[in-house]
């Protein structure tokens, strides 16, 4: 399974194209999965109006959620960016820390976690 990150999930509920295919394509034998911070990011961003659609999206993924490992992941991965100076968003770290712990692949639009610089991230 892959991780789809917020940036791409916006995209696809936009309608858009790319987006759609990408995860099609990722996803043609396996569920569609994210995190419970990407969750969390998109329900914070719906309106009041789409809430319930985005709601009802999200209920076909499979989401990962916080955990022990996955914080001891978080604390790594931010101390191994905090070291090289390349702080980024916190909800960046913890869902690099989710996908970690669960050995998963995130796909993302989000150049920030190039940073990362990990073969487990891809950036479309």
Known sequence: MV???TSLLVDAIKKKKEARHLIESCTENEPIATTVINQY???RGASEKD??????WLDQFV???FN???LR????AYKKLAGKGKLV??????IAGIAAAN???IVTRDKDFLNFESPKIIVV
Do not use: C, K, Q, R
């Not at 809430?51 to 009802?56: A, D, K, Q, R, Y």
């Not at 968003?89 to 913890?94: I, R």
């Open 103 to 105: 050995n998963e692949t």
């Open 41 to 43: 990011e998109l329900l």
């Open 89 to 94: 968003s916190e909800l960046d770290v913890l």
């Open 68 to 70: 022990d490992l996955a």
């Open 3 to 5: 991780i789809f990150d």
């Open 73 to 76: 992941e978080t604390v790594t």
């Open 63 to 65: 989401i990962y959620d």
């Open 51 to 56: 809430t319930g659609l985005v709601s009802e």
